[in-house]
């Protein structure tokens, strides 16, 4: 059987036989699980009221150690966006009742944010939607075989640059 990836492997091999263009094997696969898995995460979110933007932040607040407030710049830092982005996303999830801003008890300059209890109760409804969606995306591989794609995909980003002292 093969997808589209090895067809334009294919006509690539016959139009440049001089370049390897191995690597399309790999992220031109990627790319396109990308595009597959946002069409079905956009799909569980929309079920909740909700769009990936949002469920992330509401899922980085929910994360966080209790009483689950961290700042703006926290949640940027998390959601790898802009200020002006996370302050959008922010005034968006306060209109909707799914978040509060308040001046931080340690520093009266800065500002934390946290779930209400609306936003707490949407995100532990839509998590578990979420995770059954990325279970079904993943249903063809067996646990050993996502262990090492997991393993090989954590390896790349660190090579990378992406990675975080614990």
Same mark, same amino acid.
């Given at each position: ?28 696969? $990627? ?6 898995? &946002? ?38 830092? !998390? ?26 008890? !340690?520093?009266?300059? !800065? ?15 839509? $998590?578990?939607?979420? $995770? ?20 090989? $995909?954590?390896?790349?980003?660190? &090579? ?7």
């Amino acid at each position: 059987m093969a997808d589209h990836v090895d067809r334009v492997l294919e006509q690539w091999g016959r139009q440049r036989p001089d370049l390897d263009a191995s690597p399309m094997a790999i992220l031109g696969r $990627l790319s396109r699980l990308q595009q597959l898995v &946002s069409t079905e995460q956009k799909r569980t979110f929309a079920a909740h009221g909700l769009d990936a933007p949002s469920f992330d932040v509401l899922a980085t607040l929910r994360r966080s150690d209790p009483p689950h407030l961290l700042t703006p710049a926290e949640l940027m830092r !998390s959601a790898m966006v802009t200020s002006g982005a996370i302050t959008q996303r922010l005034d968006r999830l306060e209109g909707r009742g799914l978040v509060t801003r308040a001046p931080s008890e !340690s520093d009266g300059r !800065s500002v934390v944010v946290g779930l209400t209890d609306e936003g707490r109760a949407l995100i532990d409804r839509a $998590l578990p939607d979420h $995770l059954a969606t990325e279970e079904r995306l993943l249903g063809a591989l067996t646990r050993p075989e996502r262990d090492a794609l997991a393993g090989a $995909l954590r390896g790349l980003l660190e &090579s990378l640059g992406d990675a975080e002292a614990r």
